[in-house]
């Protein structure tokens, strides 16, 4: 469609990580959504994991910051810089004859005129010829191999680091959504405060998050519930390293509020369907994705509570990235639709 030798790419620009999707290639680039910077000068020092790898032990001149914050750019010429390093890494191998790509950013879909805006702005201020933006629980329905262009309701849950998208999509189009800033972000956020609050004990983003991989559970799991972990943080008291233990009951309660909020959000999607897509749904079930979907018993927490089937995507980390770059293939449907709104509006 593009001609030429331009790779074109799909980024999931997420709030934790980023993963690009080159066309033919798949996802070619997994990293986290983390610069390390000079306080001094401003000048890069990292990007992607030996970033993440600084965060809580950096010295006092360098800082390792997240450009993204509730899946909108928090700071936009850091995230300029990341985009250009990871569009760099995607085209590694390119021809010297190559043309700028073509970038597709999957984006909220509570995001506002001027949130969206930055995002197209600082993708072109990354190297892209063209930007284009897509709505992430589109991207992730198609991910998922989700029939969207079909009249047939399709539901999806994307639980990301810094929004959770929840959409009903039939006929290439969201019919409802909902989007809320709470997510896997929260959810250590979550473990964080607990663990302050219970033992005295300061921990960083690392071990919450390790703690919520590996022990942590929605719900009630007695499986879940028995496993136990060794951390380590630094006393509040004493100011000293300290090593304590950690129940998966423990994780489970710190999770408790985070996963209500987002079950909450599901239902709320649900109350707002009409009839037919929501027979649709009940046939076909919820489909789960992003890295929140991994959170041990969560789908059962959302069957039950929903009364419907609810799957984990084959591949829920790649689905939001795998979407948008398929997406590209199918841009001429984008503008359609998009002239076709925009009819619809001024009549």
Excluded at 191 to 197: A, E, H, L, P
Excluded at 202 to 221: C, N, P, Q, V
Excluded at 323 to 338: D, I, P, Q, V
Aim: aromatic share 4%; proline share 4%; with cysteine.
């Amino acid at each position: 469609m593009f001609g030429g030798f331009s790779r074109d790419m799909g980024i999931d620009l997420g709030t934790a990580n980023t993963l690009v999707y080159v066309r033919g290639k798949g996802v070619v680039v997994r990293e986290p959504s983390v610069v390390a910077l000079h306080t001094d000068s401003g000048l890069i020092e990292a990007v992607g994991s030996p970033a993440k790898d600084m965060i809580g032990r950096t010295p006092g001149n360098i800082v390792a910051v997240r450009p993204m914050k509730d899946g909108v750019i928090a700071d936009f010429d850091t995230t300029a810089t990341m985009m250009k390093y990871f569009i760099n890494e995607a085209q590694k191998k390119r021809s010297v004859f190559s043309r700028k790509p073509n970038v597709m950013v999957c984006v909220p879909s509570g995001i506002t005129a001027v949130e969206k805006r930055a995002v197209e702005d600082a993708t072109k201020q990354a190297g892209a010829r063209e930007a284009y933006t897509i709505e992430e629980p589109f991207a992730a329905a198609v991910g998922a191999d989700l029939p969207v262009w079909e009249p047939t309701g399709s539901m999806v849950v994307d639980i990301g680091g810094g929004t959770t998208e929840v959409a009903i999509i039939s006929l290439g189009g969201i019919v409802t959504s909902q989007s809320i800033r709470i997510a896997g972000d929260d959810m250590d956020e979550a473990i964080i405060q607990y663990i302050k609050k219970s033992y005295n004990l300061m921990i960083g983003e690392r071990t919450a998050e390790t703690l919520k991989l590996e022990i942590g559970s929605a719900g009630h799991s007695e499986e879940q519930e028995r496993a136990k972990m060794d951390i380590r943080g630094r006393d509040l008291l004493t100011g000293l390293p300290k090593t304590i233990e950690v129940t998966g009951k423990e994780v489970a309660a710190a999770l408790s509020d985070t996963v209500g909020r987002i079950v909450e959000t599901v239902k709320v999607t649900l109350e707002k369907t009409p009839p037919e897509l929501a027979a649709d749904i009940m046939d076909r079930g919820i489909v789960m994705t992003g890295g929140g979907a991994l959170l041990h018993n969560l789908d059962h927490v959302l069957s039950d509570e929903t009364k419907m089937p609810v799957i984990v995507a084959e591949n829920p980390l790649d689905c939001v990235a795998i979407g948008t770059g398929r997406s590209l293939e199918n841009l001429h449907l984008f503008r359609k639709k998009s002239r076709a709104t925009s009819l619809a509006k001024r009549n």
